[in-house]
């Protein structure tokens, strides 16, 4: 893998002192280190402001974790696209398995999402992957086609996250060769679809992602990066995973 991009989505964690604790660990290995892998972090709503002022004039990108489909209006409790893009967020993961499963969120949903959030000028980071049962009766190439094709758009300006759903938070890994299949599966759709831009669009895995298996997932060809959920509110472990990719 050339220059991977490690994405770190904290979910639903993260008060003050956490979020500066993990920011400032980061910040403490950017002053130490010069050319590592771009890492963005994807705090809460609640921290972005924060986050933020502490990242600004360092080499960490800021990401948020969802945005509605419209600019403003009466949608409670929803961020906008362009709400996010005014605080100077530049990735948001859209179609997260929790958002489809907590919120049912449909693919023609996120493909929504995911076309109002490049409208702004975000880089939308787009999650597909099957579930344990889907999975087990090797349906998870019918599975990812269909949310590749239900939720990214004609014009599709930004990256694909590949998670098997039963490896998200689970401490179980897909193995490298389930990786590396389905990495090349969907590249091969993403080329289908999009023509030599296919080519550029990375993809992403995410998926129990750790130190300890780190270096096997990063060998994966094809591969543009990960996308990782526990290790990224453990600071120390999370460097371990930018430094591994120097
Ligand atoms: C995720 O939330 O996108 C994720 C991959 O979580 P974890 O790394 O905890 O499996």
């Known amino acids: 893998?050339?220059?991977p991009i490690i994405i770190g989505n904290w979910k639903m964690n993260g008060l003050t002192q956490e979020a500066k604790h993990?920011?400032?660990?980061?910040?403490t290995y950017a002053t130490n280190h010069h050319n590592f892998a771009k890492t963005v972090v994807c705090p809460p709503f609640t921290?972005?402001?924060l986050v933020k002022e502490m990242i600004?004039?360092?080499?960490?990108?800021?990401?948020a974790q969802d945005c509605h489909f419209e600019d403003k209006g009466a949608h409670t409790g929803d961020i906008s696209p362009a709400m996010l893009q005014d605080i100077g967020v530049k990735y948001v993961v859209l179609g997260h398995s929790e958002r489809r499963k907590d919120h049912q969120e449909s693919d023609q949903l996120v493909l929504k999402k995911t076309i109002a959030a490049q409208n702004k000028g975000l880089l939308p980071v787009v999650c597909i992957g099957e579930t344990k049962q889907e999975r087990e009766t090797n349906q998870q190439e019918k599975i990812v086609e269909a949310q590749l094709k239900g939720s990214l758009p004609q014009n599709f300006n930004g990256l694909v996250a590949y998670e098997p759903i039963w490896a998200i938070g689970t401490g179980l890994t897909a193995n490298n060769d389930q990786i590396s299949e389905m990495i090349q599966f969907i590249r091969k759709k993403l080329v289908a679809q999009y023509g030599e831009n296919g080519k550029k669009i990375s993809i992403l895995y995410g998926g129990s992602v750790?130190?300890?298996?780190?270096?096997?997932?990063?060998?994966?060809?094809?591969?543009?990066?990960?996308?990782?959920?526990?290790?990224?509110?453990?600071?120390?472990?999370?460097?371990?995973?930018?430094d591994i990719a120097q």
């Not at 993990?22 to 910040?27: A, D, E, F, G």
């Open 1 to 3: 893998m050339s220059s």
């Open 22 to 27: 993990i920011v400032s660990t980061l910040l």
């Open 47 to 49: 921290q972005l402001q």
């Open 56 to 63: 600004e004039s360092s080499p960490f990108g800021l990401g």
């Open 210 to 242: 750790k130190p300890g298996n780190v270096r096997d997932i990063y060998a994966t060809p094809e591969l543009g990066g990960v996308l990782v959920g526990g290790v990224s509110i453990v600071p120390d472990d999370f460097i371990k995973l930018i």
